[in-house]
């Protein structure tokens, strides 16, 4: 069973984003019933437009172009995918650490995050599962322009964690992000292992959830509880201080590459032991 972050209805959201929408005159004669609200081309292409996302990166001097689908939580810009997006601008402006290096986003979603990892010089790889793909390549398509004038590079590739063929194709990364990537306690095992066979020694982890996480019996705080229990094998967590409180952001480290790399190749796709 996949679960999701409890939240309002999808048409609860999009019918409160048009109201929003039409208060601050950002389109007129929207029509917000839920009955035959996508059915109309035109309606549909002021619904569009209302979910276009214009982010400003101040530090980058950049403004990064997106568009949301209403009625797919994950392929909306989360509040863990802005402090990471935001946490790697801040954190570069001194020292680039990020330049040069070979950066992986898992579940990106919009890719928000590796977006911005490629606007800081980063050899970036987004990936997701096949039907987020082509939301992903849109991102990516905004955005393109901006990321080749600062001369970093970027590409969207299907990625199913676990898929031994494919991760056997794939580079040890020097960054790994995940923003609301852990929502199903049945997938951890493979996010595991596809993390530590694509890590190296000296590769960091970068891990945003929302505040879920400290809620009290919740099948999210118990998916969320296994991952850092299951996950500590191998890399050390510990929490980076972003001021925010609405989301818990983690850096991680390797523990131990080798003994990894030996028990996840050992064991079949999606049937990791731990």
């Not at 409160?16 to 005159?25: G, I, M, N, T």
């Not at 994950?74 to 070979?102: D, F, M, P």
């Amino acid at each position: 069973m996949v679960l999701s972050r409890p939240q309002r209805s999808e048409n609860q959201v999009i019918t409160a984003r048009l109201d929003e929408a039409q208060k601050s005159h950002e389109c007129e004669n929207v029509a917000t019933s839920q009955e035959g609200l996508f059915d109309n081309p035109e309606r549909l292409k002021i619904l569009l437009k209302v979910f276009e996302k214009h982010i400003e990166m101040e530090k980058l001097n950049i403004t990064l172009h997106f568009l949301e689908n209403p009625i797919r939580p994950n392929v909306q810009i989360s509040e863990a995918a802005r402090i990471i997006a935001y946490y790697l601008e801040e954190s570069c402006e001194e020292n680039n650490w990020v330049h040069g290096k070979k950066v992986l986003e898992l579940g990106a979603g919009l890719g928000f995050p590796g977006i911005v990892a490629a606007c800081l010089g980063g050899n970036v790889t987004v990936t997701d599962r096949p039907q987020i793909v082509p939301y992903l390549q849109r991102s990516i398509d905004l955005n393109i322009e901006t990321i080749q004038k600062i001369s970093g590079e970027i590409r969207v590739e299907v990625l199913s964690w676990g898929d031994d063929e494919k991760i056997r194709s794939m580079p040890r990364q020097d960054i790994i992000l995940l923003s609301e990537a852990i929502y199903d306690d049945l997938t951890i095992d493979d996010l595991i292992s596809t993390m530590v066979r694509l890590s190296h020694d000296d590769t960091k982890i970068i891990v945003s959830e929302g505040d879920w996480i400290e809620m009290e019996e919740s099948e999210l705080k118990e998916a969320w509880t296994k991952f850092f229990h299951e996950s500590s094998e191998y890399f050390e967590f510990s929490p980076l201080p972003i001021g925010n409180y609405d989301c818990f952001t983690f850096e991680g480290k390797v523990r131990k590459t080798s003994n990894t790399e030996e028990k996840t190749s050992e064991s079949s796709p999606g049937h990791t032991e731990f």
